[in-house]
T-cell receptor, first 113, second 117 residues
Framework: GAVVSQHPSRVICKSGTSVKIECRSL??????MFWYRQFPKQSLMLMAT?????????EQGVEKDKFLINHASLTLSTLTVTSAHPEDSSFYIC?????????FGPGTRLTVT | GNSVTQMEGPVTLSEEAFLTINCTYT??????LFWYVQYPGEGLQLLLK?????DKGSNKGFEATYRKETTSFHLEKGSVQVSDSAVYFC????????????????FGQGTILTVHP
């Protein structure tokens, strides 16, 4: 099946710094990618829909200036957490539509100290 | 708005036991329904899906039937294995206008399943 990768798998950063997470579709082109956030023992919450060549669509309550999304090519979307704070610590997951199915990346564990 | 509710976990079973994980949904219209599985350290994988009422999705011994009258999509397996230990997510989505893809997924809270030998 189709593969979606994320990099890095884990990252620790200091409060106030920015962190970039990459999401790649390895063997298919994805015009649309999704970014989710998963808290411990909770469900996945959709943050935004990333569209290649256009601005991302953010869900209500998600700060677009804090969570910058860039979908520069058909195989790459990036999520940048700007001026990170400890409350941004979470598990971030991306997904992309292949043929008729949504494929998920393995996730990135962000810890802000 | 749309929502998905799963039974509270965690669920702990012995190998070869029968599994049921309840899932109900609230939606405007008739969504497609999905079960995803997340094995330790891995991303979510589609386990099965059903696109219309009375459809039964099945895969790897798991089954779920789309029940419109009860707005449910319960996951069942007759005999679980240790390798089934994972987190299971029920989700819904609506297809796009052409029916070739789906919009965003709405997930339930996930149910942790642990199967002991």
């Amino acid at each position: 099946g189709a593969v979606v990768s994320q990099h890095p798998s884990r990252v620790i950063c200091k409060s106030g710094t920015s962190v970039k997470i990459e999401c790649r579709s390895l063997d298919f082109q994805a015009t649309t990618m999704f970014w989710y956030r998963q808290f411990p023992k909770q469900s996945l919450m959709l943050m935004a829909t990333s569209n290649e060549g256009s601005k991302a669509t953010y869900e209500q309550g998600v700060e677009k200036d804090k969570f910058l999304i860039n979908h520069a090519s058909l195989t790459l979307s990036t999520l940048t957490v700007t001026s990170a704070h400890p409350e941004d610590s979470s598990f971030y997951i991306c997904s992309a539509y292949g043929e008729y199915e949504q494929y998920f990346g393995p996730g990135t564990r962000l810890t802000v100290t | 708005g749309n929502s998905v509710t799963q039974m509270e976990g965690p669920v702990t079973l012995s190998e070869e036991a029968f599994l049921t994980i309840n899932c109900t949904y609230t939606a405007t219209g008739y969504p497609s329904l999905f079960w995803y599985v997340q094995y330790p350290g891995e991303g979510l994988q589609l386990l099965l899906k059903a696109t219309k009422a009375d459809d039964k999705g099945s895969n790897k011994g798991f089954e779920a039937t789309y029940r419109k009258e009860t707005t449910s999509f319960h996951l069942e397996k007759g005999s679980v294995q240790v390798s089934d230990s994972a987190v299971y997510f029920c989700a819904l989505s609506f297809p796009n206008a052409g029916g070739t893809s789906y919009g965003k997924l709405t997930f339930g809270q996930g149910t942790i399943l642990t199967v002991h030998p």
